[in-house]
């Protein structure tokens, strides 16, 4: 990776919060101008040498590139004309303020996950001002067109300046409720990289590493905030089995065929300590905080066998009435199925199939089939498994589906 290259992916939120907060709120122009001082750095940079200060660099040269646009609006709007008349001398200092600079990302984080914008284009949006993705990186990890994204990014800003979105940060009273908005844009991030769902990898780790160092930045921005370390719990301990969740060859190993040797011991610390933070606030774990000591439960235990699940049970009784959804009772069923066996899973199962709760979800006859095959119902467990492939979009999940569906058929030939 070049200087260029790693200072923009470790500083663009920064760069251009502070870039939309001199442009008065104009994200679209804040971009635009920090993409230009990009272009021109990847012009004189090799030529002359990285800058000693870099991101002073690129932010001098894109506030200069502000300046030249504000003149040309100068004539038809009054607001740029008064930026205009700024002075030109080449100074960044009000700019790269490090007292604002941090509400710059902040703000930045809030806008770009505004409830005004689609749930895919407030991922786009994120991605691309925040986490400084190309929209080349976010179609690739998406398995969607460039030209989709381009279009989802264009809308977003659109619809933000037609909303007329403040550029700041949320004042307390709305913090808490905005700041979920966030949470669940991060969370699609990161469950969208461990889990795709569709293509014909498994993971896409690096948008789901992405999504930790985002929620990263977020707890910087906000320590006292125990959900935000949730996440980080969750993602970290979530991410520790990566390592042991695909064969040499891309194929899926299931969690009780995964080598635990092979877990991310680091991120797994990283985990627990993030949850410890959460829980530090004295307030009760929410839901990314339970989903973590859930996932916790996990990273602990020395085997399936020894994996205390009348614990991880009691852990989805509470995440479902705290945040509660079909996944969250299917989740605790296979729990349940652990902990008291099939009989008594196949019932809650089953009440979800009767209510369809999860209607063109493969997870569904996917669960269902094993419990199925664990009560020795083989024809049934079968056609539940089959179901479960045609409607997977993962090409490595579906290849364990239908290679459980063939041993169920080598079994009855027998």
């Known amino acids: 990776m070049t200087t260029l290259e790693a200072v923009w992916r470790i500083e663009s939120a920064r760069i251009v919060g502070a870039l939309t907060r001199y442009t008065g709120g104009d994200l679209d122009l804040a971009e635009d101008v920090a993409q230009e001082a990009v272009a021109e750095a990847l012009v004189s940079w090799p030529r002359d040498g990285a800058p000693a200060n870099p991101v002073g660099w690129l932010l001098n040269t894109a506030r200069r590139r502000a ?106 009273s709305d913090r808490k409720q905005r700041l979920g908005g966030v949470l669940s844009v991060l969370y699609v991030i990161f469950t969208e990289g461990s889990t795709a769902t569709a293509g014909d990898s498994l993971l896409r780790a690096d948008l789901a590493y992405e999504a930790v160092r985002l929620a990263r930045t977020l707890a910087a921005l906000l320590p006292g905030e125990p959900e935000v370390f949730g996440l980080i719990a969750l993602c970290e301990l979530t991410a520790s089995r990566f390592p042991a969740r695909t064969a040499p060859d891309g194929s899926a190993v299931l969690l009780e065929d995964q080598d635990r040797r092979r877990w991310d011991r680091s991120a797994i610390r990283r985990g627990l300590a993030a949850l410890d933070q959460a829980a530090a606030a004295g307030r009760g774990l929410g839901p990314y905080g339970l989903q973590a000591a859930i996932a916790a439960g996990h990273a602990t235990a020395g085997s399936v066998a020894e994996t205390d699940w009348d614990r991880i049970v009691l852990l989805y009784e509470a995440l479902g009435r705290v945040a509660p959804s079909p996944v969250v009772e299917l989740n605790r069923a296979v729990a349940v199925a652990m902990a008291s066996g099939p009989a008594a899973a196949l019932l809650l199962v089953d009440e979800l199939v009767a209510r369809d709760r999860l209607p063109g979800s493969y997870l569904l006859p996917s669960v269902r089939g094993e419990l199925l095959k664990r009560l020795g119902r083989t024809t049934e467990a079968r056609a539940e498994l089959e179901l479960a492939a045609r409607l997977c979009g993962n090409a490595r999940e579906r290849a364990v589906l239908i290679r459980k569906a063939a041993d169920l058929s080598a079994l009855q030939d027998e």
Not at 138 to 152: D, G, W, Y
């Open 67 to 172: 300046i030249d646009s504000f003149r040309r609006r100068a004539a038809r709007d009054e607001k740029y004309a008064l930026l205009a008349q700024e002075d030109t001398d080449g100074g960044d200092g009000h700019l790269w303020d490090p007292d604002r600079i941090d509400d710059d990302v902040l703000a930045l984080m809030f806008v770009a996950c505004h409830p005004v914008l689609s749930a895919e284009a407030r991922v786009a949006l994120t991605l691309r001002t925040v986490g400084g993705l190309s929209t080349e990186e976010i179609a690739r990890a998406f398995l969607v067109p460039v030209p989709t994204i381009q279009a989802r990014i264009t809308r977003a800003k659109k619809t933000i300046a037609a909303a007329q979105v403040p550029f700041e940060v949320p004042p307390p």
